[in-house]
Nanobody, 121 residues
Framework: QVQLVESGGGLVQAGGSLRLSCAASGSIFSINDMGWYRQAPGKQRELVATITGGGKTNYADSVKGRFTISRDNAKNTVSLQMNSLKPEDTAVYYC???????????????WGQGTQVTVSS
């Protein structure tokens, strides 16, 4: 089994900052892409940012220049530094990872339970 556990959500005023962290644990041989997604009330889940095992990053246009994704491959963690937060960033943020449990098994796409981020105006 593989578990992703997020932390760091909360309530912040517009213009403020938060840092989300996600730790993967369990039967892990390697992790390929890791990322953050978010889902606001009444909306579909959307990509926020992804990072490959080699450190290549990709961001949604709405967060470019404000959010930074990073990872620690040795610790199987991924983080999201969120600056200049806006009320429209309010959502439940989910950690995602493509995990290979053994060299022979295909990758397993895993999700965390989500952490609430609320930005007040």
């Amino acid at each position: 089994q593989v578990q992703l556990v997020e932390s760091g959500g909360g309530l912040v005023q517009a213009g403020g900052s938060l840092r989300l962290s996600c730790a993967a644990s369990g039967s892990i041989f390697s992790i390929n892409d890791m990322g953050w997604y978010r889902q606001a009330p009444g909306k579909q889940r959307e990509l926020v940012a992804t990072i490959t095992g080699g450190g290549k990053t990709n961001y949604a246009d709405s967060v470019k220049g404000r959010f930074t994704i990073s990872r620690d491959n040795a610790k199987n963690t991924v983080s999201l530094q969120m600056n200049s937060l806006k009320p429209e960033d309010t959502a439940v943020y989910y950690c995602n990872a493509d995990v290979r449990r053994t060299p022979s098994l295909r990758k397993l796409n895993c999700w965390g339970q989500g952490t609430q981020v609320t930005v007040s105006s």
